[in-house]
């Protein structure tokens, strides 16, 4: 099975780098981070940090933006209750939680 999600985000003019208008992709991280961060583990978003999310990405940017990290969190649900395993011959990444 595989998967792609795409987040487009549309960023303004402040948020390109001087050097030929590289986006400044670790303000963007960081906002997206603080969003999901507050959404899983506070289970809901901050009035600030929502209005910031809202200013930089629109109200339908931060809906989409909710519904990856719900979809990922969801898919991380059913694949440790039904504990899927690894494909055949691949190594463990991470030490197993404890049962």
């Known amino acids: 099975m595989s998967l792609k999600s795409?987040?487009?985000v549309r960023?303004?003019?402040q948020d390109a780098h001087y050097g030929g208008n590289?986006?400044?992709g670790a303000r963007i991280l960081a906002l997206f981070g603080d969003v999901a961060t507050e959404i899983l583990r506070l289970k809901r978003v901050s009035d600030p940090t929502y209005r910031r999310a809202v200013a930089?990405?629109?109200e339908q940017g931060?809906?989409?933006l909710l519904?990856?990290?719900?979809?990922?969190?969801?898919?991380a649900i059913v694949m440790n209750a039904t504990r899927t395993?690894?494909?055949e011959g691949a190594a463990e990444p991470l030490k197993r939680y404890p049962e």
């Open 6 to 8: 795409t987040l487009r």
């Open 11 to 13: 960023l303004g003019q």
């Open 22 to 24: 590289l986006v400044d």
């Open 56 to 58: 930089k990405f629109g």
């Open 62 to 64: 931060v809906i989409d």
């Open 67 to 75: 519904g990856v990290v719900g979809y990922y969190n969801f898919l």
């Open 85 to 87: 395993g690894l494909p």
